[in-house]
T-cell receptor, first 115, second 114 residues
Framework: AQTVTQSQPEMSVQEAETVTLSCTYDTSESNYYLFWYKQPPSRQMILVIR????KQQNATENRFSVNFQKAAKSFSLKISDSQLGDTAMYFCASFLPDSNYQLIWGAGTKLIIKP | DTGVSQNPRHKITKRGQNVTFRCDPISEHNRLYWYRQTLGQGPEFLTYFQNEAQLEKSRLLSDRFSAERPKGSFSTLEIQRTEQGDSAMYLC????????????FGEGSRLTVL
């Protein structure tokens, strides 16, 4: 069975600092997708960044980047120049295209950006 | 607003009552998902529709839960004979792409069972 593990229940950093959120996953498949989603307080979940497993290059979206280590099955999210609006729950998730169309979710990391 | 819409946003009910939640996905999305999320946890998959066909149901979805998506448009999730353990946020999401390149979520419907 596919699993996703986020080992940091909560993190806090000062505004403008860089923070890295950890995620590990377990799958025997070679073709899969990995995601980081953000859920601000009382607001809907939104996609932060996506990585296709067959791509060696790490995905980047503005201040957000990932460190994808396929052999280690690690998929960490780095947030540079953190902003107050980055305060949210962050969920790591994986998807197998040939499975039953389910995302497998981690338990989440609560990130607090302090002014 | 052309995003995913869920109603009601918050429902308080007494144990044993039936509740129904509605989800209006983004109009061109043919895939619709229901998740349940409890405090401090990630979403748990409940069920999935492709157009009007319900293709997958989680073991979490007991006989008291039923979901429909008539005509492949909006979807409803009904919980019969609610129990306190049903208290959670029920999330709806929709997607156009089969690889789930991006799921679009609604703001959720929070259920409180007293």
């Amino acid at each position: 069975a596919q699993t996703v593990t986020q080992s940091q229940p909560e993190m806090s950093v000062q505004e403008a600092e860089t923070v890295t959120l950890s995620c590990t996953y377990d799958t025997s498949e070679s073709n899969y997708y990995l995601f980081w989603y953000k859920q601000p307080p009382s607001r809907q979940m939104i996609l932060v960044i996506r990585q296709e497993a067959y791509k060696q290059q790490n995905a980047t979206e503005n201040r957000f980047s990932v460190n994808f280590q396929k052999a280690a099955k690690s998929f960490s999210l780095k947030i540079s120049d953190s902003q107050l609006g980055d305060t949210a729950m962050y969920f790591c998730a994986s998807f197998l295209p040939d499975s039953n169309y389910q995302l497998i979710w981690g338990a989440g990391t609560k990130l607090i950006i302090k002014p | 607003d052309t995003g995913v819409s869920q109603n009601p946003r918050h429902k308080i009910t007494k144990r044993g009552q039936n509740v129904t939640f509605r989800c209006d996905p983004i109009s061109e999305h043919n895939r619709l998902y229901w998740y349940r999320q409890t405090l401090g946890q990630g979403p748990e998959f409940l069920t999935y529709f492709q157009n009007e066909a319900q293709l997958e149901k989680s073991r979490l979805l007991s006989d008291r839960f039923s979901a429909e998506r008539p005509k492949g448009s909006f979807s409803t999730l009904e919980i019969q004979r609610t129990e306190q353990g049903d208290s959670a946020m029920y999330l709806c999401a929709s997607s156009f792409d089969r690889t789930l390149r991006e799921l679009f979520f609604g703001e959720g419907s929070r259920l409180t069972v007293l």
